[in-house]
């Protein structure tokens, strides 16, 4: 479609090129444009080819530019300054004209700076990890890659190894932190906080739980821990008490999580009134968020939002 080299071809120039180099001025660049099967459903295929050629076009000022696979372009440039660079590529795609209406598009940039005899491979996978980390994110025009990246990626690798073991062995534990009535100092409500316990060693919530947004584990977690709760009010007869219980946005793609939330609170025999669902500010709010919520009125549960400040005040 776009007349430019494949993946092969940018691999092999691309290797070629590193050989030759003395300096450490290249850089591979990996480029995809933020939900393109969105624009491609919305204006046709036809327009989205149209669109592919009009960015391969703008781009081909560089050494190499390849088309890699559907709307990703690999890059590999030149320069003595990346940033000036990367915000001249983000400007030139930012508004393409395609058979002379004028398209708005997001592109998504991910940089590597290449090493002396760098394997080609090596460079596209750390310029691919720079892009993936900018993914949905607008209020970045590009990433350069550095080695603190490449260390997390491991290390959730890692917990994804064990994730489904630690539920399994219930190293998930459940702390409540109190809001106390400051005129007669009795505890009125709680929020359950899930700390990971492994082998004696807190895991942070902060490392874990953004991954298991991402890698969509949040579900099973959120029921455990709900189930974990209603437990505790059933065992200590907290019938006094409301408990605030996260729920993940992973959940608003359906109405049956409530269904199981439902399910779980009678089978412990808990008042519904008895629990608070925080929704929290990355849900967004949307008219599937807005059924969910009277939905989650309608059984009887409070709803609580957290965090909600200037993005959706």
């Known amino acids: 479609i776009t007349k430019l080299g494949n993946y092969y071809y940018f691999c092999k120039e691309g290797q070629k090129l590193l050989d030759i180099s003395t300096n450490s001025n290249n850089y591979v660049i990996i480029l995809s444009i933020e939900k ?36 990703v372009f690999g890059i590999i440039t030149h320069t003595t300054n990346i940033k000036e660079e990367a915000e001249k590529i983000f400007e030139s795609l930012s508004k393409i004209k395609v058979k002379g209406e004028t398209y708005s598009v997001y592109p998504i940039i991910g940089i590597y700076q290449c090493k002396q005899n760098e394997q080609i491979l090596e460079a596209i996978d750390k310029a691919t990890i720079a892009h993936d980390e900018i993914v949905g994110d607008y209020n970045k025009k590009y990433c350069i890659f550095d080695e603190t990246m490449e260390n997390r990626i491991l290390e959730e690798h890692e917990i994804e190894e064990i994730m489904d073991e630690a539920l399994g062995n219930e190293e998930f534990e459940i702390y409540y932190q109190p ?9 009125v409500s709680a929020e359950a906080l899930v700390r990971w316990n492994r082998n004696g060693k807190m895991i942070s919530p902060g490392k874990f739980i953004p991954l298991f947004e991402k890698n969509r584990f949040i579900l099973k977690l959120d029921l455990y821990i709900f189930e974990k709760v209603c437990k505790d009010i059933k065992e200590f007869n907290l019938k006094n008490i409301t408990f605030s219980v996260n729920v ?6 359906a109405l049956d999580f409530i269904d199981e939330y439902d399910k779980i609170a009678k089978k412990y025999k808990i008042n519904p009134k008895n629990i608070e669902l925080e929704i929290t500010e990355s849900a967004g709010i949307d008219t599937n968020i807005t059924k969910i919520m009277k ?4 059984r009887g549960f409070n709803i609580s939002l957290d965090d909600f400040g ?4």
């Not at 327009?47 to 081909?60: D, M, Q, R, W």
Request: proline share 0%.
């Open 248 to 253: 993940s946005k992973e959940h608003f793609n």
């Open 36 to 71: 393109f099967q969105s624009f491609n459903k919305h204006y046709g295929h036809n327009t989205g080819n149209n669109l592919l050629i009009e960015i391969g076009n703008k781009l081909n000022k560089q050494n190499i530019v390849c088309r890699l696979s559907n709307d």
């Open 179 to 187: 809001k106390i009535n400051i005129l007669d100092e009795k505890v």
């Open 310 to 313: 200037t993005g959706y005040s």
């Open 295 to 298: 939905e989650i009125k309608k």
